[in-house]
């Protein structure tokens, strides 16, 4: 793990950019999983499922395919990165 001081009167200006960042972040997972939840139910198939299938070149690259892919991956990408913003600790002490 990384440390980064910085003077303790900026603490609370991070603290609240973080937890803002994180929010936002929820937003725009929950609203890809809703919008994948609609693929998957639409064409009966699984996110893991679909993504198996398109990486193998079963599907074509329809501009419907290439939303589900951007959506998959993109939210796991904010996922990643909501994992991280949730470890930052401030005074040595978890954020939590």
């Given at each position: 793990m990384s440390t980064l001081v910085v003077d303790?009167?900026?603490v609370p200006v991070v603290r609240r950019s973080i937890e803002l960042e994180k929010a936002r972040i929820r937003?725009?997972?929950d609203a890809?999983?809703?919008e994948l939840r609609a693929l998957e139910n639409g064409?009966?198939?699984s996110s893991t499922e679909f993504t198996n299938r398109y990486g193998a070149g079963e599907l074509g690259d329809?501009?419907?395919w290439m939303r589900w892919e951007f959506l998959?991956?993109?939210r796991g990408e904010l996922e990643r990165r909501l994992t991280l913003l949730e470890q930052v600790g401030y005074d040595g002490q978890n954020a939590s």
């Amino acid at each position: 793990m990384s440390t980064l001081v910085v003077d303790e009167a900026v603490v609370p200006v991070v603290r609240r950019s973080i937890e803002l960042e994180k929010a936002r972040i929820r937003r725009k997972v929950d609203a890809y999983a809703e919008e994948l939840r609609a693929l998957e139910n639409g064409y009966s198939m699984s996110s893991t499922e679909f993504t198996n299938r398109y990486g193998a070149g079963e599907l074509g690259d329809d501009e419907h395919w290439m939303r589900w892919e951007f959506l998959h991956c993109t939210r796991g990408e904010l996922e990643r990165r909501l994992t991280l913003l949730e470890q930052v600790g401030y005074d040595g002490q978890n954020a939590s």
